[in-house]
């Protein structure tokens, strides 16, 4: 499981109350416990967190850490490899100097941290002494590239599956590629076979550029199938492909040549349609036509676990018996 942040700016008091409202209805609706941590700043709340796992029987899984007492007392008891962004090698290097918990860590001169170990750590330590430095993330950044690749469920010996395979390839990339409003200037195109066993052993690679920025799939697809005629080996037996979206650009924030064709209105419009047609009926109900129904060479899923946090229909039943 991962985590989240949320700031708790304007809500009532006492947040606590609040935290346990949430930590009951996650456990209604999914059955799994959580831990809740709340503290002035990021890393502050995620020892919070840590230690409603560590004290879950005398907090309940939830932890306020605003209190200076409180603070104190935690990180006096937490090992500086239990602080967030703290690893291994770094905690070696304190220890040898005496840094051995958080509450030593917190208590160094910031700018002195940062000129021996760099603005990273002088960030944490700042948290630690409660002034916030790592600001909330509001969404997720868009992708500077974009990559499709998986390993066959078995192996490839044909350039039609192979044609196939990348289509199915470029199909989800693109998908990406729109769902973010970026548009593709160059493509990388690999093949390769497995590297374990006694098998020959080949991969090669191809750059594509198309002749405009795009996220036509329909486009993009068939340069993709020509590219595949320079990297194609008979007598191979193929684990894996690789569709690779690269010089991404930002529709509308990008400046183009004034002599270089662009994406026409009817691409625009078709893909807006395809999406639309595949978010109602499915990802995968409108394709390319290179794409097949189903395929012996797609990945092998008969024991993959429920998409138990990611999918409404393979929620767990609680029975009230």
């Known amino acids: 499981m991962d985590e989240s942040f949320a700031d708790l700016s304007g809500l009532p008091e006492p947040l606590g109350n609040f935290a346990r409202s949430i930590q009951s209805r996650v456990l209604q ?9 709340i503290g002035h700043t990021k890393t502050l709340a995620k020892a919070a967190q840590h230690a409603s796992k560590l004290y879950r029987k005398q907090t309940g899984g939830v932890v306020d850490l605003r209190a200076d007492h409180a603070v104190r007392w935690l990180l006096e008891r937490m090992p500086c490899n239990e602080i967030w962004g703290v690893g291994r090698r770094l ?13 030593h860590l917190a208590s160094l001169d910031p700018k002195t941290v940062r000129q021996r170990y760099g603005v990273v750590l002088e960030r944490t330590v700042r948290e630690l002494r409660g002034e916030a430095c790592i600001e909330l993330q509001e969404a997720e950044p868009d992708r500077q590239a974009i990559c499709t690749s998986r ?5 490839i010996t044909t350039k039609p599956a192979m044609q196939e395979a990348i289509a199915s390839y470029m199909h ?4 990406k590629l729109r769902n973010q409003k970026s548009l593709t200037s160059v493509f ?7 590297p ?7 991969s090669n690679a191809t750059t594509v550029t198309p002749p405009y920025p795009t996220d036509d799939v329909l486009l993009l697809t068939g340069l993709a199938s020509q590219a595949l005629d320079n990297i194609w080996r008979d007598g191979f037996r193929y684990s894996k492909a690789e569709i690779l979206l690269m010089d991404l650009r930002k529709r509308g924030e990008y400046t183009a040549d004034l002599f270089t064709p662009t994406q026409s209105t009817r691409s625009d419009e078709l893909m807006r349609t395809i999406d639309k047609i595949n978010g109602r009926f499915g990802r995968n ?10 395929a012996a060479w797609e990945m092998r899923r008969e024991l993959m ?3 138990y946090t990611t999918s409404i229909h393979q929620l767990m039943r609680i029975s009230a018996s």
């Open 29 to 37: 609706w999914t059955g799994m416990p959580v831990g809740i941590g």
């Open 91 to 103: 905690t070696e290097h304190l220890k040898s100097e005496g840094v051995t918990t958080a509450w």
């Open 151 to 155: 390993m066959f469920g078995s192996r």
């Open 172 to 175: 989800r990339a693109t998908q």
């Open 188 to 194: 990388r195109l690999g093949i390769r076979t497995s």
């Open 196 to 202: 374990f066993g006694d098998e020959p052993r080949y």
């Open 285 to 294: 109900a409108l394709r390319s036509g290179r794409m097949p129904m189903a």
């Open 305 to 307: 676990s429920n998409a």
